[in-house]
């Protein structure tokens, strides 16, 4: 049994690693690990999920609900959510990894920019309108913020980027209407 004290040099600068050091550091290593990281994400999903119903509740008009489509809109704005989600969680993955590995010199913020998180929005506002597109936009953003380290700049970012493009495909009746408003957000990005 060894003690390992607060602010105890377990290992100084130049000095050669021995068993003990070893052993002491694997020790530090497996106390400081997350506890129950399956908890933090549950909890994560569950708030984002109680998040979602509240938005729809207060975004959706009431005759919406009773016409027996509160189920399906809600499984299908759950079902964007979470894929959006899953293409955040990839992105963050690859932009840690992207710009090593690139001959050129671009920097991880830059690229964080690019993710298509506005898209989901416009998806939303396609089936349901631009009023529970709008809701939608804030789960979105918060979500994609919790995966890029809370950061309220790119919260921001998603959130103007993901209403203004609800916004401007809510009249769509053509193709056209999707190039217009990705040209549009492409300028305003």
Known sequence: LYEIKAGEMILREGERV???????????????????PYAEGLGAVSLLMAMAITAYLVFSDRKSMTEGNFNKNLLFMASVLILFMIIAEVSATVIEILPRNLPYSLSASSVVFSIPIAS??????????????????????????????????????????????????????????????????????
């Open 120 to 189: 989901g929005a416009m998806v939303v506002c396609l089936f349901m309108g631009v009023e529970i597109a709008v809701g939608f936009a804030l789960l979105l953003s918060v979500g994609a913020t919790v995966v890029f380290n809370n950061r309220f700049d790119l919260f921001v970012y998603y959130m103007i980027n993901s209403c203004l493009g609800a916004y401007w495909i809510q009249h769509c009746r053509e193709r056209k209407v999707f190039v217009k408003a990705g040209f549009q957000l492409g300028l305003l990005n």
């Open 18 to 36: 021995s068993e003990l050091h070893l052993l002491k550091l694997d020790e530090l290593r497996s106390k400081t690990r997350r506890q129950k």
